[in-house]
Nanobody, 133 residues
Framework: EVQLVESGGGLVQAGGSLRLSCATS????????IAWFRQAPGKEREGVSC????????NYRDSVKGRFTISVNSAGNTVYLHMKNLKPEDTAAYYC??????????????????????????WGQGTQVTVSS
């Protein structure tokens, strides 16, 4: 069974940094698109970033561009979300999600990995990020 396990969340002051990890089991990242989502209390879950390493496809929501970086480890079984210059509005539970590349539209020059939650069928349990002002 495909499993995703997030870690790395915590409490940090505004302007600080965190690195979230999404460890995968039963599959390697090269066959999947992996995305990070977040959900603040009372708000909808929103896509933050995604990567389809085999397609050289990376995507970020506008509010995190230049501050967050998504990457894959060399073993292809962990996806990181490096977050810097954190803001109080980044406070949320962060989830990673996965979907087989074959189940998504072809990714490449004209289509990036998606940030819509409906596109992903496998989810982790989440890790909390709290940014104090």
């Amino acid at each position: 069974e495909v499993q995703l396990v997030e870690s790395g969340g915590g409490l940090v002051q505004a302007g600080g940094s965190l690195r979230l990890s999404c460890a995968t089991s039963q599959f390697t990242v090269d066959q999947y698109a992996i995305a990070w989502f977040r959900q603040a209390p009372g708000k909808e879950r929103e896509g933050v970033s995604c990567i389809s390493d085999s397609d050289n496809s990376i995507n970020y929501r506008d509010s995190v561009k230049g501050r967050f970086t998504i990457s894959v480890n060399s073993a292809g079984n962990t996806v990181y979300l490096h977050m810097k210059n954190l803001k109080p509005e980044d406070t949320a539970a962060y989830y990673c999600a996965a979907e087989p590349r074959g189940a998504l539209p072809p990714m490449g020059d004209t289509y990036n990995c998606p940030l819509e939650k409906i596109m992903y069928g496998r989810w982790g349990q989440g890790t909390q990020v709290t940014v104090s002002s």
